[in-house]
Nanobody, 122 residues
Framework: VQLQASGGGLVQAGGSLRLSCAASGLTFSSYVMGWFRQAPGKEREFVAAINRSGDYTYYADSVKGRFTMSRDDAKNTMYLQINILKPEDTAVYYC????????????????WGQGTLVTVSS
């Protein structure tokens, strides 16, 4: 199984990014997909998740209204549109495939990508 995250970069506060995660080696449509992030010196935290059919999403309170997650099962790819970026969004963003989309923990996810770095300057 491989999950390849991409799309990170350096952006000014207030800007936008679109992260992608391309999956291979698994039946993509059978998995709940999620995004987590880890800032320097902090624990990995949940960001967003989407259910298997793509009709339900769940977001951390800190990103609600700014982040939008979607999936394209035909492309085995999921996306995270990040708007109105804040310096506190700076972190490595990880995509993951797992079993729980509502209020999940990292332990609810079985496969992880390598992460993509998002840096927001003030």
């Amino acid at each position: 199984v491989q999950l390849q995250a991409s799309g990170g970069g350096l952006v000014q506060a207030g800007g936008s990014l679109r992260l992608s995660c391309a999956a291979s080696g698994l039946t993509f449509s059978s998995y709940v997909m999620g995004w987590f992030r880890q800032a320097p010196g902090k624990e990995r935290e949940f960001v967003a998740a989407i259910n298997r059919s793509g009709d339900y999403t769940y977001y951390a309170d800190s990103v609600k209204g700014r982040f939008t997650m979607s999936r394209d099962d035909a492309k085995n790819t999921m996306y995270l549109q990040i708007n109105i970026l804040k310096p506190e969004d700076t972190a490595v963003y990880y995509c993951a495939a797992g079993r729980r989309w509502y209020n999940p923990m990292p332990t609810d996810y079985d496969f992880w990508g390598q992460g993509t770095l998002v840096t927001v300057s003030s």
